[in-house]
T-cell receptor
Protein backbone atom coordinates (compact mmCIF):
# COMPACT_ATOMS: atom_id res chain seq x y z
CA UNK A 1 0.00 0.00 0.00
CA UNK A 2 1.43 3.44 -0.90
CA UNK A 3 2.47 5.61 2.02
CA UNK A 4 3.29 9.20 2.78
CA UNK A 5 6.96 9.42 3.71
CA UNK A 6 8.60 12.12 5.80
CA UNK A 7 12.23 12.98 6.33
CA UNK A 8 14.02 13.34 8.60
CA UNK A 9 12.34 11.40 11.39
CA UNK A 10 14.01 13.65 13.95
CA UNK A 11 15.47 17.12 13.45
CA UNK A 12 17.32 19.09 16.08
CA UNK A 13 17.95 22.75 15.43
CA UNK A 14 18.99 25.84 17.32
CA UNK A 15 16.60 28.67 18.00
CA UNK A 16 16.61 31.19 15.18
CA UNK A 17 17.73 28.72 12.55
CA UNK A 18 15.73 27.85 9.45
CA UNK A 19 14.47 24.32 9.10
CA UNK A 20 12.87 22.47 6.20
CA UNK A 21 10.74 19.41 6.78
CA UNK A 22 10.23 17.18 3.80
CA UNK A 23 7.36 15.00 2.71
CA UNK A 24 6.66 12.80 -0.24
CA UNK A 25 2.87 12.45 -0.57
CA UNK A 26 1.18 9.48 -2.21
CA UNK A 27 1.84 9.84 -5.92
CA UNK A 28 -1.68 10.31 -7.31
CA UNK A 29 -2.83 12.58 -4.48
CA UNK A 30 -3.61 16.19 -5.18
CA UNK A 31 -4.17 17.71 -1.75
CA UNK A 32 -1.47 18.12 0.84
CA UNK A 33 -1.50 19.10 4.47
CA UNK A 34 0.68 19.79 7.45
CA UNK A 35 -0.44 19.15 10.99
CA UNK A 36 1.58 19.38 14.17
CA UNK A 37 1.38 17.95 17.66
CA UNK A 38 3.15 19.57 20.56
CA UNK A 39 4.07 16.98 23.17
CA UNK A 40 1.07 16.13 25.30
CA UNK A 41 -1.30 18.23 23.24
CA UNK A 42 -3.72 17.63 20.40
CA UNK A 43 -2.93 17.28 16.73
CA UNK A 44 -3.46 20.72 15.16
CA UNK A 45 -4.09 21.73 11.57
CA UNK A 46 -1.49 24.05 10.06
CA UNK A 47 -2.13 24.33 6.34
CA UNK A 48 -3.68 22.74 3.29
CA UNK A 49 -2.27 23.04 -0.22
CA UNK A 50 -3.76 22.37 -3.63
CA UNK A 51 -2.85 23.30 -7.17
CA UNK A 52 0.36 24.98 -6.02
CA UNK A 53 -1.25 27.29 -3.57
CA UNK A 54 -2.41 27.39 0.02
CA UNK A 55 -6.12 26.66 0.24
CA UNK A 56 -6.49 27.12 3.98
CA UNK A 57 -4.26 27.89 6.93
CA UNK A 58 -4.66 28.17 10.67
CA UNK A 59 -3.66 31.03 12.94
CA UNK A 60 -0.59 29.02 13.91
CA UNK A 61 0.68 29.26 10.33
CA UNK A 62 2.14 32.75 10.53
CA UNK A 63 4.77 34.48 8.39
CA UNK A 64 7.49 32.25 9.80
CA UNK A 65 5.97 29.27 8.03
CA UNK A 66 5.85 28.52 4.33
CA UNK A 67 5.07 25.53 2.18
CA UNK A 68 6.25 24.57 -1.24
CA UNK A 69 5.94 21.83 -3.78
CA UNK A 70 9.30 22.32 -5.48
CA UNK A 71 8.93 19.40 -7.87
CA UNK A 72 6.40 16.74 -8.75
CA UNK A 73 6.97 14.64 -5.67
CA UNK A 74 8.09 16.66 -2.65
CA UNK A 75 6.05 18.86 -0.35
CA UNK A 76 8.01 20.90 2.15
CA UNK A 77 7.33 22.93 5.26
CA UNK A 78 9.83 25.65 6.04
CA UNK A 79 10.13 27.46 9.34
CA UNK A 80 12.22 30.55 8.78
CA UNK A 81 13.44 31.34 12.26
CA UNK A 82 12.60 28.60 14.70
CA UNK A 83 11.41 29.29 18.22
CA UNK A 84 11.44 26.99 21.22
CA UNK A 85 7.67 26.64 20.99
CA UNK A 86 7.99 25.22 17.47
CA UNK A 87 9.23 21.99 19.04
CA UNK A 88 6.62 19.42 18.06
CA UNK A 89 5.85 16.43 15.92
CA UNK A 90 5.01 17.58 12.40
CA UNK A 91 2.76 15.37 10.32
CA UNK A 92 2.37 15.58 6.59
CA UNK A 93 -0.79 14.19 5.01
CA UNK A 94 -2.25 13.84 1.57
CA UNK A 95 -5.58 13.00 0.02
CA UNK A 96 -6.81 12.45 -3.50
CA UNK A 97 -9.68 14.92 -3.25
CA UNK A 98 -11.50 17.00 -0.68
CA UNK A 99 -14.88 15.96 0.54
CA UNK A 100 -16.52 12.96 2.02
CA UNK A 101 -14.76 10.21 0.16
CA UNK A 102 -11.18 11.26 0.59
CA UNK A 103 -9.58 10.29 3.88
CA UNK A 104 -6.26 11.76 4.91
CA UNK A 105 -3.20 9.56 4.72
CA UNK A 106 -0.59 10.60 7.26
CA UNK A 107 3.15 10.21 7.28
CA UNK A 108 5.10 8.97 10.28
CA UNK A 109 5.97 12.48 11.30
CA UNK A 110 9.13 14.48 11.90
CA UNK A 111 10.00 15.27 15.48
CA UNK A 112 11.41 18.80 15.56
CA UNK A 113 13.40 19.79 18.63
CA UNK A 114 14.41 23.43 18.93
CA UNK A 115 17.13 24.09 21.50
CA UNK B 1 -15.85 27.46 16.95
CA UNK B 2 -15.62 23.72 16.55
CA UNK B 3 -14.21 21.56 19.30
CA UNK B 4 -13.67 17.87 19.99
CA UNK B 5 -13.50 16.56 23.53
CA UNK B 6 -12.11 13.22 24.59
CA UNK B 7 -12.49 13.21 28.36
CA UNK B 8 -10.26 10.22 29.10
CA UNK B 9 -6.51 10.45 28.63
CA UNK B 10 -6.07 6.80 29.51
CA UNK B 11 -8.46 3.89 29.45
CA UNK B 12 -7.32 0.57 30.79
CA UNK B 13 -9.42 -2.57 30.24
CA UNK B 14 -8.89 -6.30 30.48
CA UNK B 15 -8.75 -8.48 27.41
CA UNK B 16 -12.25 -9.58 26.47
CA UNK B 17 -13.93 -6.67 28.25
CA UNK B 18 -16.06 -4.14 26.37
CA UNK B 19 -14.46 -0.87 25.33
CA UNK B 20 -16.01 2.55 24.94
CA UNK B 21 -13.88 5.54 24.05
CA UNK B 22 -15.82 8.74 24.48
CA UNK B 23 -15.90 11.62 22.04
CA UNK B 24 -18.09 14.72 22.13
CA UNK B 25 -18.03 17.51 19.63
CA UNK B 26 -19.19 21.06 19.33
CA UNK B 27 -20.08 22.37 15.89
CA UNK B 28 -22.98 24.43 14.63
CA UNK B 29 -23.09 22.93 11.15
CA UNK B 30 -23.39 19.40 9.80
CA UNK B 31 -20.49 17.44 11.28
CA UNK B 32 -18.42 14.69 9.80
CA UNK B 33 -16.67 12.58 12.42
CA UNK B 34 -13.72 10.23 12.25
CA UNK B 35 -11.71 7.99 14.51
CA UNK B 36 -7.98 7.76 13.89
CA UNK B 37 -5.69 5.26 15.59
CA UNK B 38 -1.97 5.44 16.23
CA UNK B 39 -0.26 2.22 17.20
CA UNK B 40 3.08 2.42 18.96
CA UNK B 41 5.67 4.13 16.75
CA UNK B 42 3.38 4.10 13.75
CA UNK B 43 1.52 6.73 11.78
CA UNK B 44 -1.96 8.03 12.35
CA UNK B 45 -4.36 5.78 10.46
CA UNK B 46 -8.01 6.23 9.71
CA UNK B 47 -10.00 3.70 11.69
CA UNK B 48 -13.52 4.62 10.69
CA UNK B 49 -15.80 7.49 9.75
CA UNK B 50 -19.43 8.01 10.55
CA UNK B 51 -20.65 8.32 6.98
CA UNK B 52 -19.47 4.79 6.20
CA UNK B 53 -21.35 3.20 9.09
CA UNK B 54 -18.83 0.37 8.95
CA UNK B 55 -17.15 -1.84 11.49
CA UNK B 56 -13.38 -1.98 11.36
CA UNK B 57 -11.42 -4.42 13.52
CA UNK B 58 -14.60 -4.95 15.51
CA UNK B 59 -14.95 -1.24 16.32
CA UNK B 60 -18.11 0.73 15.65
CA UNK B 61 -19.12 4.30 16.27
CA UNK B 62 -22.51 5.93 15.93
CA UNK B 63 -23.03 9.63 15.50
CA UNK B 64 -25.56 10.89 18.01
CA UNK B 65 -26.47 14.42 17.00
CA UNK B 66 -28.74 14.91 19.99
CA UNK B 67 -25.91 14.22 22.41
CA UNK B 68 -23.24 15.53 20.01
CA UNK B 69 -21.28 12.36 20.55
CA UNK B 70 -19.38 9.84 18.46
CA UNK B 71 -18.23 7.22 20.95
CA UNK B 72 -16.06 4.35 19.75
CA UNK B 73 -17.09 0.91 20.91
CA UNK B 74 -15.90 -2.64 20.75
CA UNK B 75 -17.60 -5.53 22.54
CA UNK B 76 -14.46 -7.54 23.33
CA UNK B 77 -11.08 -5.86 23.64
CA UNK B 78 -8.00 -7.55 22.25
CA UNK B 79 -4.39 -7.00 23.20
CA UNK B 80 -3.58 -5.60 19.74
CA UNK B 81 -6.14 -2.84 20.27
CA UNK B 82 -3.72 -1.08 22.61
CA UNK B 83 -3.02 2.25 20.92
CA UNK B 84 -3.76 5.95 20.95
CA UNK B 85 -7.19 6.83 19.59
CA UNK B 86 -8.10 10.25 18.26
CA UNK B 87 -11.55 11.51 17.45
CA UNK B 88 -11.63 14.13 14.71
CA UNK B 89 -14.20 16.48 13.24
CA UNK B 90 -14.19 17.71 9.66
CA UNK B 91 -16.05 20.91 9.00
CA UNK B 92 -16.93 22.34 5.64
CA UNK B 93 -15.82 20.74 2.39
CA UNK B 94 -12.11 20.71 2.99
CA UNK B 95 -9.89 18.35 4.92
CA UNK B 96 -9.19 20.58 7.88
CA UNK B 97 -9.66 18.25 10.82
CA UNK B 98 -10.11 19.29 14.42
CA UNK B 99 -8.71 16.58 16.66
CA UNK B 100 -9.42 15.68 20.22
CA UNK B 101 -6.57 15.23 22.66
CA UNK B 102 -6.66 11.47 22.27
CA UNK B 103 -7.28 8.51 24.54
CA UNK B 104 -4.59 5.94 25.22
CA UNK B 105 -6.24 2.52 25.30
CA UNK B 106 -4.37 -0.13 27.20
CA UNK B 107 -5.65 -3.68 27.01
CA UNK B 108 -4.31 -5.84 29.80
CA UNK B 109 -4.15 -9.60 29.89
Amino acid sequence: EPEVTQTPSHQVTQMGQEVILRCVPISNHLYFYWYRQILGQKVEFLVSFYNNEISEKSEIFDDQFSVERPDGSNFTLKIRSTKLEDSAMYFCASSDATGKNSPLHFGNGTRLTVT
Amino acid sequence: AQRVTQPEKLLSVFKGAPVELKCNYSYSGSPELFWYVQYSRQRLQLLLRHISRESIKGFTADLNKGETSFHLKKPFAQEEDSAMYYCALRTGGGNKLTFGTGTQLKVEL
